[in-house]
Nanobody
Framework: QVQLVESGGGLVQPGGSLRLSCAASGIMFSISNMGWYRQAPGKQRELVASISSDGTTNYADSVKGRFTISRDNAKKTVYVQMNSLKPEETAVYYC???????????????WGQGTQVTVSS
């Protein structure tokens, strides 16, 4: 059973910073891409940032220059450092991992349960 466990969400003032972490536990043969998505009330889930197994990163235009995604392959963990946060970035942030549970399994996406980030004074 693969689980993605997120941590680091909370309440922060506008202009503040948060660091989210997500660790994959359970049997996971290989993980290619890992990333973060967010979903605000009444809106669709959107990509925030992603990182491949070789470290190639991709960011939503709205977070470029403020967010930094990184990963520790040995720990099967992905992080996102979020700086200069804005109130409109209040959302539930979800961790995502794409990979295989064993050599013969088809790759698929796995999701965390989500962590709330609230940007408010």
């Amino acid at each position: 059973q693969v689980q993605l466990v997120e941590s680091g969400g909370g309440l922060v003032q506008p202009g503040g910073s948060l660091r989210l972490s997500c660790a994959a536990s359970g049997i996971m043969f290989s993980i290619s891409n890992m990333g973060w998505y967010r979903q605000a009330p009444g809106k669709q889930r959107e990509l925030v940032a992603s990182i491949s197994s070789d470290g190639t990163t991709n960011y939503a235009d709205s977070v470029k220059g403020r967010f930094t995604i990184s990963r520790d392959n040995a720990k099967k963990t992905v992080y996102v450092q979020m700086n200069s946060l804005k109130p409109e970035e209040t959302a539930v942030y979800y961790c995502n991992a794409y990979g295989r549970t064993d050599l013969f399994a088809s790759p698929r996406a796995f999701w965390g349960q989500g962590t709330q980030v609230t940007v408010s004074s």
